[in-house]
């Protein structure tokens, strides 16, 4: 998955740009306002493992998760597995893998639309650990935020180095308020999907910060790292923007975090978006409580998938460099077939899809011959 300010890839995400470009059709929604009324929160799976019958509180506890995911008022849902019984093999194996568990023993695992395998996190079925796995102060800040509007609640990891996360924090918090004068939301479209009226459309960011050893925070300290092994090694300050209905992006790590990341990442989120090709995004939702059908208007359709989102930075700083063939294209595409005409839009997404696949075998035949030239170039 590509970090925020990761210069490697910078080519792919280029083509990526220009392809999606091609592709879609524009809807001036903003980006993150449509994630946030439109984007279902993919739900964490907390596997439940124990052993024989519970207890009356145990039971209660379960109870209570159970219901909470049913509501649809938090992320997750629970699955139940007695080790005095018969177990699929993908559960044997998780349950192999834990170090030093006495059931009942709760395992809470990504979204399985993100393909990570290793866990979020993993601890005693307890009321405090059941407490602090679906809610904390800075998360429930976070929910706040973003339900009255905010486009991005931007999230300091600090470093530990008080002076130089202070620095950063001057940064940060001096590009936004910047951002927030000079942005402006896009034109609306008579094609654009209804939004909820009653909450108002702004650009407003807000930010919060916290320590690695922030005992409140440990669980959302545990969900923004696990997913990469790699963030356990850093050792400077992590900046994950953070916006729809919890979706956080790979971070900027250190010297990574700028004015001009920073800047890329806004004019993305708060631009237009496209409502026609679906794809995966490699954000990821973090695990939140919340009533977000409170703030979702009367779209009349399902929920969309979000669209491509490859890093913070990595992307708007490289999207708005592709070559395009109309002016003010969105970087990236949303994916929303017209309900008016669904013969019509099948048909488009069958052409784009193919215009998709012919450049991208015409890029990657191009790339393979430069390559190969440069190769037969080197000195033997």
């Keep these: 998955m590509l970090m925020f300010g990761d210069r490697l890839l910078r080519p792919a995400v280029c083509l990526a ?7 879609a059709s524009a809807c001036n929604v903003p980006v993150f306002r449509y994630a946030l009324e439109r984007w279902e929160a ?98 429930r800040d976070i929910t706040q935020k973003l339900l009255r509007g905010d486009a991005v609640v931007w999230l300091l990891l600090g470093s530990g180095n008080g002076l130089r996360d202070d620095e950063v924090g001057r940064l940060i918090e001096a590009e936004l308020r910047k951002l927030e004068r000079s942005l402006v939301l896009p ?27 922030d005992p409140d925070e440990q669980m959302l300290v545990n969900l923004l790292l696990n997913w990469n092994t790699n963030l356990h090694a850093a050792t400077e ?9 919890g979706r956080a992006v790979s971070p900027a790590v250190g010297k990574q975090i700028t004015a001009e990341a920073i800047r890329d990442m806004a004019e993305f989120l708060t631009g237009p978006c496209s409502c026609e090709v679906k794809a995966v995004n ?14 979702a208007g009367s779209q009349g359709a399902e929920p969309q ?24 294209p969105p970087a990236l595409s949303l994916a929303v077939s017209n309900p008016a005409s669904p013969a019509t839009g099948g048909h488009r997404l069958i052409r784009n899809l193919a215009i998709v696949l012919g450049i991208g075998v015409v890029v990657l035949a191009a790339t393979t011959l430069v390559l190969r030239f440069r190769a037969g170039r080197r000195p033997r």
Excluded: C
Aim: hydrophobic share 40%; proline share 12%.
């Design 237 to 245: 300050a992590m900046l994950f923007p953070i916006f729809g209905r």
């Design 187 to 213: 034109e609306p479209s008579p094609l654009d999907p209804p939004t909820n009226p009653d909450l108002p459309l702004k650009i407003a960011f807000s930010t919060v910060r916290i320590g690695h050893a």
């Design 305 to 328: 998938s979000p669209p491509p989102l490859v890093g913070m930075s990595e992307f708007a700083a490289t999207a708005k460099k592709s070559p395009a063939t109309t002016p003010d």
């Design 282 to 295: 490699p954000g990821y939702d973090l695990l939140l409580s919340a009533n977000w059908g409170s703030v």
């Design 42 to 139: 993919d739900p964490y799976e907390i596997v439940v493992f124990h052993s024989g019958s519970l207890t009356a509180e145990q039971q209660a506890l379960l109870e209570t998760m159970e219901k909470t995911s049913h509501d649809r008022l938090a992320n997750f849902a629970v699955t139940r597995v007695n080790l005095a019984g018969e177990i699929p093999p993908p559960l044997q194996a998780l349950w192999r893998r834990q170090a030093n568990a006495n059931p009942p023993w709760m395992v809470a695992k990504y979204p399985r639309q993100t393909g990570i395998e290793d866990s979020a996190w993993a601890g005693p079925l307890r009321a405090d650990t059941v407490k602090s796995l679906l809610d904390s102060p800075v998360r």
């Design 17 to 23: 740009a220009a392809l999606w470009v091609v592709a």
